[in-house]
């Protein structure tokens, strides 16, 4: 089983190896992260009475008040949609992407012990944390459906997007997981913040108003938030409504990805002394 | 070099004070920024950097080898580096300065139940464990019974951990964490848990790993453990090796360092003591060996030798010798009236005499002893005694020990003899066994 007569080291350990990006050894632990997200999956609604239907609750309560609230008694325009399926469809994505960013910024302090007496790539547990909500997240879409056929909405040929618009929601959460759950190790203060950045997001999207309500020209700085283009790729596909994606996505795109590898740089760089620092 | 397994070279950590307790926060970080900002200015002229006073070396250029298959113990008091050295070989973090080539996967050991989550069953928290560990799932299929067994928990596989008793769920961590099967293996102080029986079954398996050819650096505090399964160790002191060698010499060095033994004296002609027929001259410690020494084996015999001069032409000596615990009781006393000849309490002539009192080895337990001499010749009014002429220390060299890893209760450690009959069938017991 030994292997023999190896010349050369398997395993070189010196300082600064943090600045690689050694995507090929997270592959090699793939298995790892999976056994983290069917853990994740597994234990969340572990000794809860409604179990997954918590999954359902949130968005669709969320619905409810800001139909009552900002449909009915604000009377913000929803692009001649009702306004429960204007907001539900907008909250589907928003709730996957404010649960995942608020599950990765706290994964790596969840970890601390694992972190601090075994060896993995530390990658994978935002991956994992972004990942462990893509049931819960599926669980609200079928709700989604179930509304549409109520309405009676039938989605266009466009539906074909729908899955950029859902990669672009893991991948906004991951980009911008990989800085907070990094500097959350550090820096507690991070898990505090980002509930608030999460509610201020909330309004800086177009999740209560269609985004024809931003004027034109602040349309391009807009669009510098990535769940922008999601929401209203969302409302397009699925709903045949809102704004089609222009080169308002493009820009979102090379914004998150601009975040992403950014963020891996980031927390590659954090990893070498996170077990010290953490 | 193809049996090299592990090399280091000038591998060295460096920590700041309080990095490893608690954490930052933002605040504390602005704050340091802003003060060392201002500090700049306020150093200026003074020309020295106070940089260095917030960090230690947890490890100071640590450079070994370890060949293939060599099991090798790390010794050291807590907080010398020992699990900062694991950690690093681990890659669980950087080192500040140099570098170390493994030969070989490794997989690391340093706690028990890694990853378990409490609200996952047995059988889950199997799987989990398995993989934080680095083990394949096809691997963890193969070998699920086997961990099972080994903890000794089928009943239980399907309850939830939090539910096991503290016992059950160390047993399933460690179950599954000893069958790692890398090459090379890495093992902080883990095999201290569980009761007594299941330690047993753990360094049993922690032998079967290493007659299994496999190379396993060994971090422990438990002597025995270490000198029963590594033929090598490293004494670590405050981030550097103090000894590299075989193992019982390292245990030796390690169990004496800071203690201050003395295993001779010698009195000048003038501050001899003693009393107006005769005066202590000089007193010594020699071990089994024949070697003057302040640390002997449990197991092995040692001497003390009392040189001392008679002044009175038929002077009647008598020389008795106490040994006392660190705890200042009186393990035993001996009087040289046991020597069968004509010396004891008899005139004798005038000059220079040896007197040496054997004591036995398998008799001392292992701790630290004080030996106090006392003399008389003749009348109980010319009696002396000086305390703590000597002061030794027994050390376990765990040969004794055999399967027993503890500490032995009591002030001394008789080896004593056991005999187990056959079993067989007594007269006088046949009304008793019906019930058998």
Redesign the interface.
């Known amino acids: 089983?030994?292997?023999?007569?190896?010349?050369t080291?398997?395993?070189?350990?010196?300082?600064?190896?943090?600045v690689t990006f050694k995507f090929k050894e997270v592959w090699d632990y793939r298995?790892?992260l999976?056994?983290f997200i069917w853990?994740n999956i597994?234990?969340k609604y572990?000794?809860t009475m409604l179990g997954v239907a918590w999954a359902i609750i949130q968005p669709f309560f969320i619905m409810v008040v800001f139909s009552i609230f900002f449909g009915k008694f604000a009377k913000i325009p929803s692009e001649g949609l009702p306004y429960p399926i204007f907001a539900y469809c907008a909250l589907v994505p928003w709730t996957y992407f404010a649960n995942s960013l608020n599950n990765t910024t706290n994964t790596m302090v969840a970890h601390q012990?694992?972190?601090?007496?075994?060896?993995?790539p530390k990658l994978i547990l935002p991956v994992s944390a972004v990942l462990s909500g893509l049931p819960d997240f599926f669980i609200s879409f079928f709700v989604l459906i179930g509304m549409m056929l109520f309405y009676g909405i039938v989605p266009s040929a466009n539906l074909i997007f729908l899955p950029l618009f859902i990669l672009m929601s893991i991948v906004t959460a991951l980009a911008v997981g990989l800085w907070t759950s990094a500097a959350n190790a550090?820096?507690?203060?991070?898990s505090y913040v980002v509930p608030f950045l999460i509610q201020f997001w909330l309004f800086a999207s177009p999740v209560v108003y269609p985004s024809s309500l931003v004027p034109a020209n602040w349309k391009l700085l807009y669009s510098v938030n990535p769940m922008a283009g999601v929401i209203e790729g969302f409302r397009w596909t699925l709903l045949g409504k809102g704004e089609s994606p222009g080169p308002t996505l493009i820009v979102s795109m090379v914004v998150i990805l601009f975040i992403l590898f950014a963020g891996i740089i980031y927390f590659r760089r954090m990893e070498?002394?996170i077990?010290?620092?953490? | 070099m193809s049996d090299l397994a592990i090399r280091v070279e000038g591998l060295s950590k460096r920590y700041r004070i309080g990095e490893r307790t608690g954490y930052v926060t933002l605040k504390d970080t602005l704050t340091k920024i802003f003060s060392n900002s201002l500090k700049v200015f306020r150093d200026q002229g003074k020309g020295k950097s106070k940089a260095n006073d917030n960090y230690i070396w947890a490890l100071n250029d640590v450079s070994f080898d370890v060949k293939k298959g060599e099991i090798l113990g790390i010794i050291g008091d807590n907080g010398a580096g020992k699990t900062t050295l694991l950690k690093i070989l681990s890659k669980i973090t950087e080192p500040t300065k140099g570098h170390a080539e493994i030969y070989g996967s490794v997989g690391s050991l340093l706690e028990v139940g890694t990853g378990f989550h409490p609200e996952l069953t047995g059988r889950e928290n199997i799987y989990l464990s398995g993989a934080i560990l680095g083990m394949k799932k096809v691997e963890i299929d193969r070998k699920f019974d086997e961990f099972v067994a080994f903890a000794e928990i089928e009943k239980f596989i399907d309850t939830p951990v939090k539910r096991y008793s503290s016992g059950m769920y160390v047993r399933l961590a460690f179950s599954v964490a000893a069958h790692l099967e890398p090459e090379i293996l890495l093992v902080d102080e883990v095999l201290a848990v569980g009761d007594a029986a299941f330690r047993k079954k753990c360094l049993g398996k922690m032998g079967d790993v290493a007659k299994e050819g496999r190379t396993v650096l060994f971090v422990s505090h438990n002597m025995g453990a270490i000198n029963t399964l590594c033929s090598r160790a490293i004494l670590i002191d405050t981030g550097t090796i103090v000894k590299d060698g075989r193992t019982q010499q390292i245990i030796k060095k390690y169990l004496s360092r800071g203690v201050v033994n003395r295993g001779q004296i010698a009195w000048s002609e003038k501050e001899r003591p003693g009393n107006q027929a005769f005066r202590l001259v000089a007193v010594s410690l020699i071990s089994a060996k024949g070697l003057k020494t302040s640390q002997i084996n449990i197991s092995e015999d040692l001497t003390i030798k009392i040189d001392y001069e008679v002044l009175r032409e038929g002077a009647c000596v008598q020389l008795a010798l106490m040994l006392f615990d660190v705890n200042g009781y009186c393990v035993f006393s001996s009087l040289s009236n046991t020597e069968e000849n004509v010396y004891h309490g008899k005139p004798i002539h005038s000059g220079r005499y040896m007197s040496e009192c054997l004591i036995y080895g398998n008799l001392l337990n292992n701790g630290k002893y004080y030996v106090s001499i006392s003399g008389t010749s003749g009348s109980w009014r010319e009696r002396f005694t000086i305390n703590n002429v000597l002061t030794f220390e027994a050390v376990d060299d765990g040969i004794l020990k055999r399967d027993y890893w503890g500490n032995y209760r009591g002030i001394i450690r008789p080896k004593l003899t056991w005999k187990t009959l056959p079993p067989q069938v007594h007269d006088g017991m046949r009304d008793g066994d019906k019930g058998l």
Do not use: C, H, S, W
């Open positions: 089983m030994l292997k023999k007569n190896i010349k080291p398997i395993v070189v350990i010196k300082p600064g190896l943090g298995e790892l999976y056994f853990r597994k234990v572990k000794q012990r694992v972190i601090t007496k075994i060896y993995f550090i820096y507690r203060d991070v070498g002394t077990a010290d620092r953490i």
